[in-house]
């Protein structure tokens, strides 16, 4: 039986195009990328914005269908026609950049959701399977807030309770950090690593440098579309194999110090 969580084969995806209306600026977001993830990857997607880091993370998800290419969870191809894709989302948490939770529902409401309406387990189950999930992510104590009543750590630790709780094949994190201030980055960088102890598989797109330096097993340099080079932080923190991962990652560490 294979290890191998999720796999991407030669997926591409495009936006724009001509129209009726006018003449739109073709974009090539991922131009046939492959990669595999094993139970257990923890690997780290980094590169510039707009490169199509975020769009090859919801290709996976099938929240964006590829054009081709194709998408196994497990098994099972997501692009093959007739897939239940709503039952193979199930199976995938996503982590998204801006904290969507449900303003009308309180912390705990926002975590049990899925549980009932997917899942369909009883309010009772449901319930303490969310309380676990909110104590794993160190926010028990805001169980009973709403979204408005919480910090934006808080409420992405929330966002990653609702992923972890109903026992995902594969977690998906799209900048988890990115529209937060460096004090609350922290305390949501600091559930992502009680997450990989745990040996949670993830994949993240990411560009904070200390945390793919101590736990990211693999970085992944993605430019343009395609990923451009990979190998374990050792290499891209000392000597990258190309000119380009090169000057990127000197800028960032640059960044990263004068922070």
Do not use: W
């Amino acid at each position: 039986m294979t290890d191998i969580v999720m796999e991407a084969k030669n997926v591409y995806k495009t936006y724009g195009g001509s129209s009726k209306k006018a003449d739109l600026k073709l974009v090539e977001a991922v131009k046939d990328v492959s990669l595999q993830i094993r139970k257990g990857d923890i690997k780290l997607i980094f590169g510039p914005s707009g490169s199509g880091k975020s769009t090859f993370l919801r290709c996976l998800a099938m929240l964006d269908i590829p054009d081709k290419g194709e998408i196994y969870l497990g098994d099972e191809c997501l692009t093959k026609p007739g897939v239940d894709l709503n039952k193979a989302r199930a199976r995938i948490g996503f982590v998204f950049q801006n904290i969507y939770l449900f303003r009308h529902l309180t912390a705990l409401g926002n975590v049990e959701l899925a549980l009932r309406r997917v899942l369909k387990l009883p309010k009772e189950e449901a319930r303490e399977r969310a309380l676990a999930a909110l104590t794993e992510v160190r926010v028990t104590d805001c169980a009973n807030k709403y979204p408005a009543q919480m910090s934006g750590g808080q409420a992405q630790r929330v966002g990653i309770a609702r992923a972890i709780v109903r026992n995902p094949d594969i977690i998906l994190l799209d900048e988890p950090t990115s529209a937060l201030d460096p004090e609350l980055t922290g305390e949501v960088i600091d559930t992502l690593r009680d997450l990989a102890k745990e040996g949670t598989t993830m994949l993240i797109v990411s560009h904070e440098m200390p945390f793919a330096r101590d736990v990211a097993e693999e970085m992944i340099f993605y430019d343009e579309g395609k990923i451009v080079e990979t190998g374990p932080p050792s290499v891209f923190f000392n000597a990258p194999s190309t000119d380009r991962a090169k000057k990127f990652m000197d800028r960032i560490i640059k960044r990263t110090t004068r922070e």
